[in-house]
């Protein structure tokens, strides 16, 4: 299994900055993807950005050029830095790990699906006011 511990989180006054991290336990693996989401109560989980081992990033229509995603493979940590924040990213971020064959599915369909990814972490909550 893959350990996944997020933290970071907090709340931030609307055009305010956050990071968030997510320290993994997985070192044995090539070729993973590795992914945020987001979700606020009674909706459904958001796919926010992925990036894979090869460095490939996606995003989130919502928050292109806002959000940015990046991994310290030394560290094996991943992080999600948000600028601009907005009210409407104010929801619980999670931190998940996928196979490789997780990145191929986002880009052909066009849509970070919780069912790609196989390990997730607690979450942390992020408040935008």
């Known amino acids: 299994d893959v350990q996944l511990v997020e933290s970071g989180g907090g709340s931030v006054q609307a055009g305010g900055s956050l990071r968030l991290s997510c320290a993994g336990s997985?070192?044995?693996?090539?070729?993973?993807?590795m992914g945020w989401f987001r979700q606020v109560p009674g909706k459904e989980r958001e796919g926010v950005a992925s990036?894979?081992?090869?460095?490939?990033?996606t995003y989130a229509d919502s928050v292109k050029g806002r959000f940015t995603i990046s991994k310290d493979k030394a560290k094996v940590t991943l992080y999600l830095q948000m600028n601009i924040l907005e009210a409407d990213d104010t929801a619980m971020y999670y931190c998940a790990w996928g196979p490789s064959s997780a990145m191929p599915a986002i880009q052909a369909r066009g849509i970070m699906s919780p069912a790609y990814f196989a390990f997730w972490g607690q979450g942390t909550q992020v408040t935008v006011s």
């Open positions: 990036i894979n081992s090869y460095g490939m990033t």
């Open positions: 997985e070192r044995t693996y090539m070729k993973w993807c």
